[in-house]
């Protein structure tokens, strides 16, 4: 489990003052979380009582970074922080990498700091670095597209819900289809997860089943 934030400094545009305001972030930065009770930063199989562990590690609240960035966490998830041992020892080579995004904000992963943006809006800008991008660190980290599957539960469209109000995520869903057959996108809309998380189970399932040989 980690969230979508980064350690981050820009500045919001005030065209009509004619200032700046500077904003400064934290986030997870890709780590993995390591609560309640957890062993390591993350859960296997013969751990004591993972449902409920689980779902106490999930509950990460709201109160992170406003640029949400779904994409690039996992790009430092799975590269940065395991290079510097932070997620260390996650990653095999013989199994599934499956990922699930689950987020009521659009992606708007950047890489630098320093910038200055006239909002956090992220739908149709040009300051935020290409899907595609991220659909190629999967396939380098995993060796091919077809030993990763990743499912996003977010607004298809702008919506409100029992959930609160999301905004579509044109970007979430760019990825999703940039990653084929092994990528689904479900709605948050319905306020209720069911359904979206039997679509991940399904996607991860078949993966599974036509895993691709090493090399």
């Known amino acids: 489990v980690t969230t979508t934030g980064r350690d981050l400094r820009y500045k919001i545009k005030v065209p009509i003052v004619g200032i700046e305001l500077p904003m400064s972030?934290?986030?997870?930065?890709?780590?993995?979380?390591?609560s309640c009770g957890m062993q390591r930063r993350w859960l296997e199989r013969g751990d004591r009582d993972v449902a409920n562990t689980f779902a106490c590690a999930a509950q990460?609240?709201?109160?992170?970074?406003?640029?949400?960035?779904?994409?690039?966490?996992?790009?430092?998830?799975?590269?940065?922080r395991v290079a510097d041992g932070t997620n260390a020892g996650f990653l095999r080579d013989d199994a599934l990498l499956a990922t699930v995004i689950l987020t009521d904000e659009d992606d708007c992963s950047r890489e630098?700091?320093?910038?200055?943006?006239?909002?956090?809006?992220c739908q149709n800008v040009d300051w935020v670095q290409p899907v595609k991008r991220y659909v190629d660190v999967l396939d380098k980290v995993k060796g091919a597209r077809g030993r990763w599957a990743t499912a996003v539960i977010a607004g298809p469209?702008?919506?409100?819900?029992a959930f609160g109000d999301a905004e579509a995520a044109n970007r979430l869903q760019?990825?999703?289809?940039?990653?084929g057959a092994t990528g689904v996108f479900s709605s948050i809309c319905t306020g209720d997860l069911t359904s979206a998380l039997n679509d991940a189970l399904q996607t991860f399932n078949a993966a599974c089943e036509n895993l691709p040989p090493l090399g």
């Open 157 to 161: 469209t702008a919506c409100k819900s």
């Open 60 to 80: 990460v609240g709201t109160g992170g970074p406003s640029l949400e960035m779904p994409l690039y966490s996992l790009n430092l998830a799975l590269k940065d």
């Open 25 to 34: 972030e934290k986030g997870d930065n890709g780590a993995f979380r390591q």
């Open 112 to 121: 630098d700091n320093d910038f200055a943006i006239p909002s956090d809006d």
């Open 174 to 179: 760019s990825f999703v289809k940039e990653t």
